[in-house]
Nanobody
Framework: QVRLVESGGGLVQAGGSLRLSCAAS????????MAWFRQAPGKERECLAA????GGRTYVKGRFAISRDNAKNTVYLQMNSLKPEDTAVYYC?????????????????WGQGTQVTVSS
């Protein structure tokens, strides 16, 4: 019911920055809480950032920032000072939210993922 398409991944040198985008369709975007996860080879998927329906409440881990544009049905992940250990597949996730808060688990909809590779 919700289609999520990530973009913006790629190869970047250590110390660089990337901004990932995730375009959503299929449901009213402002009814969805959103998040970004990543999974590195041999590691569990981890939540990097989450944002409430309105964008007023956020959770971020480390050097990341999350934002959303409800007019464009898009959520973003800004990553700065990237390190080789940030190399992973990055996923966008969505869940229908009744409250205007963020969630770090329990997501129903996932994108296909975008690869981020940080070279040393």
């Amino acid at each position: 019911q919700v289609r999520l398409v990530e973009s913006g991944g790629g190869l970047v040198q250590a110390g660089g920055s990337l901004r990932l985008s995730c375009a959503a369709s299929g449901r009213t975007f402002s009814n969805l809480a959103m998040a970004w996860f990543r999974q590195a080879p041999g590691k569990e998927r981890e939540c990097l950032a989450a944002i409430s329906r309105s964008g007023g409440r956020t959770y971020v881990k480390g050097r990341f920032a999350i934002s959303r544009d409800n007019a464009k049905n898009t959520v973003y992940l800004q990553m700065n000072s990237l390190k080789p250990e940030d190399t992973a597949v990055y996923y966008c996730a969505a869940v229908a939210a009744f409250r205007d808060t963020y969630y770090t688990a329990g997501y129903d909809y996932w994108g296909q993922g975008t690869q981020v590779t940080v070279s040393s």
